[in-house]
């Protein structure tokens, strides 16, 4: 019985996310990749955006937090995929879905896994976390997180948003408290329903300087339950320490 549900419950996952090993329904996939050029205003549109190289530089690697395995993404999730009723709230639907906002420069991704209690390895006590970490151009950081801000105020009674052609209804968008270290941060507690099932999800974003991490994190329990879960916070506190 059990199982069916965290089948259902997966499948919702991956329909919201488009991101597999989120839900823990797969282990395959691709690395980060470079995204297209972009900006922001003209009075710092000089100013250079870090490249994919030096993102790579600084985004988290195995190792760096304790109790949590590190990887490439398994599957990578761009706007085109991702489409809303209320065009106000793309932003959104895009930081919360695995995208980013805007049109950075550069674009790197990771997944973290928390590594289940050795007391009880079958646990389903799993907090994955997909890691996004965007460089922009001039103001573009600033921009993207104003744009972002906007689209949360605008959507917080919930929204409707289609990812990879599975309509589903966003439900909850609640403001939390944001990990300390950042210029700027955002932090949501978001609740969707998809094929019957609720799906809580954790999004935080952050900028430090050019560069926005934006981390997006489902529990595999919480999949089968539609339980809360908290916030893996190390995770957003290493990254952001890496960034200073």
């Known amino acids: 019985m059990r199982s069916a549900v965290i089948r259902r419950s997966c499948a919702a996952g991956v329909a919201v996310l488009s991101l597999t090993l989120l839900a823990g329904c797969s282990d395959s996939g691709e690395d980060g990749k470079e995204a297209g ?3 922001s205003g003209s009075a710092e549109k ?3 955006a870090l490249s994919a190289a030096d993102l790579e530089k600084v985004v988290l690697k195995d190792g760096d937090v304790k109790g949590h395995k590190v990887t490439a993404p398994t599957v990578t999730v761009e706007q085109k ?3 809303t009723e209320d065009k106000a709230c793309a932003p959104l639907a895009y930081a919360t ?3 980013v906002v805007d049109r950075p420069g550069a674009t790197v991704q990771r ?3 928390s590594v289940p209690n050795p007391t009880d390895p079958k646990s389903l006590d ?3 976390t997909l890691i996004r970490l965007s460089s922009y151009e001039g103001d573009g950081a600033k921009t993207a997180l ?10 917080a009674k919930g929204f409707k948003v289609t990812a990879d052609g599975t309509d589903q209804q966003v439900t909850k968008v609640a403001k939390t408290e944001a990990p300390g270290g950042a210029d700027e941060a955002v932090a949501l507690d978001i609740v969707s329903e998809a094929e019957d099932a609720k799906v809580p999800m954790k999004v935080v974003v952050v900028r430090k300087g050019t560069t926005v991490a934006y981390f997006t994190a489902l529990n595999i329990g ?5 339980k809360d879960f908290d916030f893996p916070a190390e995770i957003a506190e290493a990254q952001i320490a890496k960034l200073a």
């Open 37 to 39: 050029k972009g900006g």
């Open 46 to 48: 000089k100013t250079p």
């Open 81 to 83: 995929d991702i489409t």
């Open 97 to 99: 879905i695995g995208s």
């Open 111 to 113: 997944e973290t896994a």
């Open 126 to 128: 799993v907090t994955r």
């Open 146 to 155: 104003a744009s972002l801000t906007k689209s949360v105020d605008a959507c």
């Open 222 to 226: 919480s999949l089968a339950t539609g």
